[in-house]
């Protein structure tokens, strides 16, 4: 089977191994069993070369068929705007054990600094690579189960607050006075270990049981993270973003847009995750992966942010599909909760579409596909008007490119506390 421009395909997304996944969930989302136990985080569903999606029962690759021809899979004008290659990426993730404290470069730092990289080093494959492409990497994550994540810096009153209460931290007061949170996350970020093992003892000393502490709380999370990292009477300097970085829960279905320059980390439970076409990542704590503390340093930003949680809504009252509204420009995520006897109607006159479903089925006869729980994705080539029959309770998620006429700010941050 090869792709066909005038009727959607199936897709076998590509599974991603990472240590901090889940055993479960993925497999059996997909129909499969995980014998050996390996820890499954993330499924990939696009066209990055990392791991570009296969076109089902073919050895075809998504990219591979784009490749071949971007203006009938991609329409004109998205394959005009994007240099003939699909914007974005759809993912599902897993989260066992808490990610890296993380943040994302805008476009025109992620060219130069892929550009400089490219010329001086080191390759593109080491561990200590910062830029693996030239583009950006805003991202949607959407909650399939209770999701936890941190997600922008507090506001400076909570993390004075916080200083001035945990046993060792007063004497972060005066450089928080003066140097405001950039000064201060830089001079944690900056300080030697001795330091660090030094200021965070006195936490871990006094966190007892973490069922002590619910998930909201930066005690829960430090329990776990001095679990899996600290060693040897050694701390990760992370544990002090879990108290100065916002703790967000999202609820299924509900969900927050991370841009360019905004710290987060995803600490447990099951999402879908759409972003732009890109793996670049500055880490900045609670990893074992390199860490440029001076390149961290120059994309993130300190301003405080209060999380806005998203929630889907319909543009249009005759629509069945409902979208989850963000700026960037690469992609667009919307979602459909439908009955059996129910029709979808998928137009892709503005660019192609990715199809998820999470539950029940779609199907179209004349089209020759289904989307069941064994086969859940589908692309829909650009410039299609296609109807599908729905099954009982069916929830079906939807990629698509965004609106080329959004107003979009790289490396805007969304509210800041100061604009509320």
């Known amino acids: 089977m090869s792709a066909e421009t005038n009727k959607p395909f199936l897709l076998d997304g590509v599974l991603q191994h990472y240590a901090w996944g889940g055993y479960k969930f993925l497999p059996q989302l997909l129909g499969q069993l995980n014998t050996e136990r ?26 591979n068929a784009i490749e071949a021809g971007p203006v009938d899979m991609l329409g004109e004008a998205v394959a005009h705007r994007f240099g003939g290659k699909l914007p974005f990426l759809f993912k599902v993730l897993d989260v066992r054990e808490m990610l890296s404290i993380q943040v994302h470069p805008n476009k025109k730092a992620a060219e130069e600094g892929f550009a400089y ?10 561990p200590n690579r910062n830029y693996r492409d030239d583009n950006h990497k805003p991202e949607l994550g959407v909650a399939l189960t209770d999701f936890y994540l941190l997600h922008g810096f507090r506001p400076i009153a909570e993390i004075h607050r916080m200083c001035r209460y945990i046993p060792g931290w007063a004497s972060l007061i005066p450089i928080l006075q003066k140097g405001g949170v950039e000064g201060l996350y830089r001079h944690v970020m900056e300080a030697d270990q001795e330091y660090i093992d030094r200021m965070l003892q006195p936490i871990i000393d006094g966190l007892g049981p973490k069922q002590e502490h619910g998930r909201e ?26 108290y100065w970085l916002n703790i967000v829960h999202l609820r299924p279905g509900e969900g927050i847009f991370q841009d360019a320059g905004i710290p987060h ?87 192609p579409s990715i199809l998820f479903l999470q539950k029940g089925s779609i199907s179209g006869d004349r089209l020759d596909i289904e989307l069941n729980r064994r086969q859940r994705i589908a692309f829909v080539p650009a410039g299609l008007n296609i109807t599908f029959e729905v099954g009982e309770n069916t929830v079906v998620y939807r990629a698509e490119v965004g609106p080329a006429d959004d107003p979009y700010t790289p490396g805007g941050i969304g509210h800041h506390v100061s604009d509320i």
Not at 46 to 62: M, R
């Open 38 to 63: 390996k820890p499954v985080a993330e499924l990939w569903v696009g066209a990055h070369p990392k791991g570009p999606a296969v076109i089902s029962g073919s050895s075809e690759t998504l990219s």
């Open 117 to 126: 990289e490219e010329m001086n080093g080191p390759a593109i494959t080491a």
């Open 217 to 242: 709380y930066p005690a829960f999370w430090a329990a776990r993270a001095v679990e899996r990292y600290s060693k040897d009477g050694h701390h990760d300097r992370g544990i002090f973003s879990l």
């Open 265 to 351: 980390a995803y600490l447990q439970g099951t999402c879908i995750e759409l972003m732009a076409n890109s793996d670049n990542v500055l880490r900045g704590g609670l990893t074992p992966k390199h860490i440029d503390v001076t390149e961290l340093l120059k994309h993130t930003s300190c301003e405080p942010v209060n999380p806005d949680i998203l929630t889907p809504v319909s543009e249009d009252e005759e629509d069945t599909w409902m979208r989850y509204k963000t700026p960037a420009p690469d992609f667009a995520l919307s979602v459909a909760k439908l009955q059996e006897d129910d029709y979808l109607t998928v137009d892709t006159s503005r660019g």
